[in-house]
């Protein structure tokens, strides 16, 4: 009986999953299906949705994200440079348009931001005694009475 394979970490992507990350990257008008169509045979697939389905899964793959993240320091620096240049441009319409491409591209490759609230719950047991029975303590001279 033959031992299961360890599995690989740090793998370097595939030349098509390299392709299906630079295509998502690059081309802002391509949608993650439409990058998965270019890149993968996608002549076996009977719907639409089994095709969006793996185009999902495939862009969720530790070697896909890997390279993604590669195209992440250039998108940042064109944030930058956008803000630097346009921040001040005498036509709104030009610092919206050109800041909503960089963003909308910022996040086709990671995703919408979430913002997440996170809920903490402590308990606190606290007994009371009002009969009167119990020693107390007195501030005065440390007694009981």
Do not use: C
Not at 28 to 56: D, F, M, R
Not at 67 to 74: G, M, S, V
Not at 112 to 122: C, L
Request: hydrophobic share 30%; charged share 25%.
């Amino acid at each position: 009986m033959s031992k299961p394979k360890p599995a690989i970490t740090n793998r370097p992507p595939t030349r098509k999953q390299a392709e299906y990350a630079r295509i998502i990257a690059t081309e802002p008008k391509t949608t993650q299906l439409e990058a998965y169509k270019q890149v993968y045979n996608t002549s076996g697939y009977t719907s639409k949705n089994a095709i969006e389905q793996e185009a999902s899964r495939t862009l969720k793959h530790p070697s896909v994200q890997s390279e993604l993240a590669k195209y992440t320091n250039i998108l940042e620096n064109t944030l930058i440079t956008t803000v630097r240049d346009w921040g001040n441009h005498d036509k709104p319409r030009q610092r919206e348009i050109a800041q909503q491409a960089v963003m909308y591209m910022h996040d086709k490759i990671h995703g919408k931001a979430k913002q997440s609230i996170d809920v903490v719950s402590t308990t606190v047991k606290l007994s009371l005694d009002f009969s009167g029975s119990a020693p107390v303590n007195t501030l005065d001279d440390n007694t009981t009475k």
